[in-house]
């Protein structure tokens, strides 16, 4: 039996979730509903003003992927996570908070530099916006990598995020690769429509002869098998995954695939909530 059902691989940040308004944001030249990545003074200058204008902060370890490992280590999982952090105060924060959430983490010592982190910023609309400074995480390698720890696991889930540079996407290809020869189920999100869109390749390389699951929204769908309607990103998609979920905002359809014969799910709407809600949908399903 294996040891963890789901080892995570992906951005270790420290979440900083911040309840702003609309105003905010533009006062502070924000563009709302995205990911911007930002270097370490402007993520600074935000949290200054975030303190200048007393807003509450709670910080949590995170990143799409150590996210995703939480909230299946919340449904009751045994969960890994690789990412990388600094020697520092928030690389400390995010190793004893993942400790706490029950996920366990690689033991490569940290060294010296900046933990990246990411300022969530939710609006009374439930809208995510999110400024982030990826810091130690760019500098990702095998060495934060477990093997063992992967071999004994049931699935491999993937952060798309970390495939924006060639360097860690050529790790994660021989990741998947070693995942697939040892017969570790593998799971890709594709994480956001400019990383489907320019860095499909890189994308397409780890993905190889196909994965078992492939996560995405409707915009990452269209971007990454350049169609326009979510039917035909569903039959493009056949091609790279044994079984996918095409995810929304206000409902969830999901294409699964069982011996070629795609059975689709289309929930009812559901209510907004200030939540990482695409995040958490992919626990479950990888724990099935």
Request: glycine share 6%; net charge negative.
């Amino acid at each position: 039996m294996e040891k963890y059902q789901i080892y995570g691989i992906g951005a270790a940040l420290v979440d900083t979730e911040v309840v702003v308004s609309d105003e905010f944001l533009a006062n502070n030249g924000i563009e709302k509903g995205v990911m911007t990545l930002v270097d370490e003074p402007r993520q600074a200058e935000l949290l200054n003003a975030f303190t200048a204008d007393r807003h509450h902060l709670i910080k949590k370890s995170g990143g799409s992927a150590c996210n995703t490992v939480i909230a299946a280590a919340n449904f009751g999982a045994k969960t890994f996570f690789s990412g990388k952090v600094a020697a520092d105060d928030d690389g400390e924060h995010f190793v004893g908070d993942l400790a706490d959430s029950g996920v366990a983490f690689h033991a490569a010592l940290p060294e010296a530099g900046v933990t990246g982190k990411c300022l969530v910023m939710v609006t009374d609309d439930a809208e995510r916006t999110m400024n982030t400074y990826l810091g130690a995480s760019e500098l990702l390698t095998s060495r934060e990598i477990d093997e063992a720890a992967l071999l004994e696991s049931e699935w491999l889930y993937i952060e798309g995020y970390l495939l924006t540079d060639d360097a860690r996407a050529a790790l994660i290809k021989n990741m998947a690769t070693k995942a697939k020869e040892a017969g570790v189920k593998v799971a890709l999100s594709l994480s956001d429509p400019f990383v489907a869109q320019i860095f499909a390749d890189n994308l397409r390389a780890v993905i190889g002869d196909g994965v078992d699951l492939v996560f995405c929204n409707k915009d990452e769908a269209l971007a990454f098998t350049q169609t326009e309607t979510v039917d035909d990103a569903c039959e493009a998609l056949k091609q790279s995954a044994k079984a996918f979920a095409v995810l929304t905002v206000l409902r969830v359809r999901s294409s699964l695939m069982a011996k070629k014969q795609p059975v689709c799910l289309v929930s009812q709407p559901m209510r907004l909530i200030q939540t990482a809600l695409g995040i958490c949908s992919q626990a479950p399903l990888c724990m099935r």
